[in-house]
Structures are given as structure tokens and as C-alpha cells.
């Protein structure tokens, strides 16, 4: 499939997913080059990613992989992030997250959504985490409990009309791209907002190097796209 140039007529983007450094593996070039273009962009993190580190117990890694996202979105000109404080790896469809991401939605009002792939794999043989899944999946459905009164009217009773502005959503990642953003000058931004995660890629443990992961793809990426770097999304129209 031809890649597509994502529209960039926007002022305004919520990016959702489910935990720290999610959006780093790619996503944060493409961020930082909107916010260098003076649009803003939240985030909102539905865990903490506290069962994320397997040699730190889960309080204290909650803490840690805040405050590393938090500095990491710095780096690409994010200032306001969010933390929804739900159980990392445990994440369930259900109505509390749909209304959830419904009050962050008419909280924010964006124009656009940011998230990850949530599809099954992210390719074959490689699975996607359940969490990826289950918070796209609910993200998708939260739009439209957005933009209806009548879903959650909790919502409009604390203050927070609905929101029916929303163009699209763009997931990164996944295994079915169908559009790109041009990162090239903004990867480095996205090298260094990933390697604010210091604690969490320490234990990662074997072989991995996140610097040669974000070019090599970026690369591969910007092949397709017939530009030098590249992020892909795959883009659900709303």
C-alpha cells in the first residue's frame, strides 16, 4: 500500500496508550516536530507501568517509570501528562475505561488521537501486549461515548460537554500502516526522549540497542515513504 502523508492541519492532538515509554519506540520523532511546529500535544498514560521492571517491586516502579516519562515527554516539548493509575498488565475492556478515556477526551478536546498499535501482533510472530490491545480498543469506543450526551451523562454533570471535533486516530506501530510523518531533523529528539526511560531499558536486559532500533526503523520507514526518516500510523478516520 502507498504511504500517505498525514494531515497536519491540526492545532491540537491527545495521545493515549497504556504505558511509560510506549510512544518513544517511534511515535515521540513524529510529536516532536508538531510541537516545534507550535501545535500541542498531551498525553495520558492509563498505567504507570508498574509491573514493567521484574527486579523492582511495583510501588517503587511506579514511581521511577513516572518520572521517567515525564521527563522524556519534556524532551519533545509535552508538558502535560496524565496518569490514569490503572493495574500495569491488567488492564480490562470495560465500561470504567470507556468513561475514562470519554472525560480525558472532553477534558482535552482534541483534534486528533495518538496512540499505538492495537492490533493482535505486531507482525508476524511477534504478539502485541494485552494491555496495547484492550486500551485501543476502548480508546476507539470512548470517542463516540465523547461525543454523545447521553453516554455517561455523569460526564456533562461534572462539568464536561461533549466533544464531537474529532478527525481521526493514528496508531503507530502497527503492522498495517497506511500513512507516515516525515521525522527527518526530529529523530534525534526521539532518540533522546526514549533514552530518558534509563532505568526500564537498563533492565531490559540482552542485546537490545534503542538507538540502532529507532534509526534502523525510521530508515525503513522513510524507504517506503520516499523520504530519509520516517514514523509510520495507521489512521482510523472518526
Known sequence: MTLLALPEDWDRALAVVAHPDDLEFGASSAIARWTDAGKSVDYVIATRGQAGIDSIDPERCGVIRSAEQLASAAVVGVHDVTFLDYDDGMLMYSLELRRDLARVIRSHRPEVLLAINHQATFGPGLLNHADHRV??????????????????????????????????????????????????????????????????LKNLGGSFDPVSFLVSSAERAGNEAGVPLAVTFEVINL
Open 135 to 200: 486500551i485501543g480498543d476502548a480508546l476507539l469506543d470512548a470517542t463516540r461515548d465523547a461525543a454523545n450526551r447521553w453516554v455517561f451523562p455523569e460526564l456533562a454533570a461534572e462539568g464536561l460537554e461533549p466533544w464531537k471535533q474529532l478527525r481521526f486516530a493514528a496508531f503507530g506501530a502497527s503492522p498495517s500502516p497506511d500513512h507516515f510523518v516525515d521525522v527527518s531533523g526530529y529523530l534525534d529528539k526521539g532518540i533522546a526522549s526514549l533514552a530518558k526511560h534509563r532505568v526500564y
